[in-house]
């Protein structure tokens, strides 16, 4: 048995973030080569301290959805995860045995030699007869001088496009470093130019600063009166959207793996599941639904619906419509803890017992396992100062909170959410498992509440500020 983790960045504001990963989570789903494959994230969840403990079996091949290496890849996903590994990530990954668990933590996608078919696919839609007679490729980077990797991946890239003999001319660019973009018409020379922007998704960069900065007004551009000739460009979409990154992912996964055996179904994890539906079969409640054994199925629904006719609901089959439906609340904004008191009402979920599965941990993910192991005596909570002591980078600030600032925020933060405060020394007697829906335990303090805490310290919290 095999689990597929992809981890995503994700976001406390924008719902839109998080999308990408779940698109290439149910294509690698589709393709059946692993018996399950699980989202996780930074800003929202399951999050990074969560993720392996929703995962079923004992052999998890964790894959970084990033276009390359950096902080986040290097710093902030092995540290969360607990992978007992810092800094650059060897070719082939790392492997480490936690928890009885093997995992196996990979470069980001955007490193992996692959990438070069992608964006020659990505060049191919934009021009597809692009012939090496007259045509120039643009590989098209961010740069930064604060992290090499991803200027290198570029060139890496942009030398195999050249050795391809596809185009006439290939050249690599960036938007924050030499060679710069803006100065495409003095390098390139071909009449014809497609530019593919080496981007993990349409965004700000895409839609807005390449055009301005390369001087296109849409797909295809025409400049009559440049240096060496008239030339049209031809603007790619964002290589980090192509379907085929999935084979990429599918790539990494396989060179991690190497001679690795085949794991087994994970034991805490299957035995939180099966007291879970144990309970289900007669009917529960947990957190704001309502579970409803019918005929071989069950139903969920909020417990504010009870009662109501089938027939005024918006009828659900399948955990990802679940997932979508509940990710944003009534008021239409987005959900990134969904332990927050905000689950919407008007649907109604019908299925059966191996979706309801998937469905409960889109609804509340990691909740079921921690849940289980609080009721064990096995959850381990993890005190403020120890989460506090771990932030780097923007989130460093939060080490300076009082624990008065804390209490503040966490008052007014999780007096919304349906969990109970372990780690701050609250106690719960009775969870969900005991039929108190409510009753639900939280282990440590999630990444929301600190970046709620980091507003505090800045003084900026209620001044209309995001994170
Ligand atoms: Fe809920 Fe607060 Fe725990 Fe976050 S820290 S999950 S808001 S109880």
């Not at 290939?170 to 009449?191: C, N, Q, R, S, Y």
């Not at 609340?329 to 919407?344: A, C, E, K, N, S």
Request: glycine content about 10%; some cysteine.
């Amino acid at each position: 048995m095999r689990s597929l983790v992809l981890i995503g960045h994700g976001s406390h504001l924008n719902g839109e973030s998080a999308g990408a990963v779940y698109r290439y989570a149910e294509l690698l789903r589709g393709r059946g080569l692993f018996d399950e494959v699980i989202e996780g994230y930074w800003k929202e969840e399951p999050s990074l301290r969560q993720v392996l403990k929703t995962t079923a079996s004992t052999d998890i091949t964790v894959i970084p959805m990033f276009i390359s290496e950096g902080y986040f890849t290097e710093t902030v996903i092995p540290r969360e995860m607990g992978l007992g590994h810092q800094g650059p990530v060897p070719e082939g990954g790392v492997a480490r045995v936690i928890g009885g668990r093997t995992v196996r933590y990979t470069l980001p996608y955007g490193v992996h030699p692959a990438m070069t078919d992608v964006i020659l696919a990505r060049a191919h839609e934009a021009l597809p007869d692009a012939s090496p007679q007259d045509t120039a490729l643009i590989v098209l980077g961010h740069g930064t001088t604060r992290n090499e990797n991803s200027s290198r991946v570029i060139y890496q890239n942009a030398d195999r496009l050249r050795d391809s003999g596809h185009f006439a001319e290939v050249h690599a660019l960036f938007l924050d470093e030499d060679p710069k973009v803006g100065t495409w018409p003095e390098v390139v020379k071909a009449p014809r130019v497609v530019v593919v922007p080496f981007f993990a998704s349409e965004g700000w960069h895409t839609l807005e600063t390449i055009p301005e900065d390369m001087g296109l007004t849409g797909t295809v551009t025409a400049f009559p009166d440049h240096p060496h000739g008239p030339q049209q460009v031809f603007y790619a979409k964002p290589v980090g959207t192509h379907a085929a990154v999935a084979d990429v992912v599918l790539h990494l996964a396989e060179e991690a793996r190497g001679a690795g055996g085949q794991g087994d179904p994970e034991r805490g994890h299957e035995a939180a599941w099966q007291t879970f539906l144990e309970r289900a079969r007669a009917g529960l409640r947990v957190g704001e639904v309502l579970l409803t054994p019918e005929l071989g199925v069950f139903e969920l629904r909020h417990m504010l619906d009870e009662g109501l006719p089938g027939g005024e609901l918006v009828t659900l089959v399948t955990p990802e419509g679940v997932r979508d439906r509940t990710r944003v609340t009534d008021g239409g904004d987005h959900r990134p803890v969904h332990t927050l008191r905000t689950l919407p009402r008007g649907w109604r979920a019908v299925l059966n017992e191996a979706d309801l599965r998937r469905a409960v941990h889109y609804l509340y993910p990691a909740v079921v396992e921690e849940t289980y192991a609080h009721s064990c005596h096995a959850l381990r909570h993890t005190p403020w100062a120890t989460t506090a002591r771990r932030q780097t980078g923007i989130y460093a600030k939060v080490q300076k909170a009082t624990p008065a600032q804390v209490e503040h925020v966490a008052q007014e933060v999780c007096s919304g959410c349906l969990r109970t405060r372990l780690w701050a020394g609250e106690r719960l007697t009775f969870t969900f498992l005991d039929r108190v829906p409510g009753g639900l335990p939280c282990a440590e303090a999630c990444t929301f509440l600190v970046a709620e805490v980091r507003e505090e310290v800045s003084g900026k919290r209620g001044a209309g500020h995001g994170h």
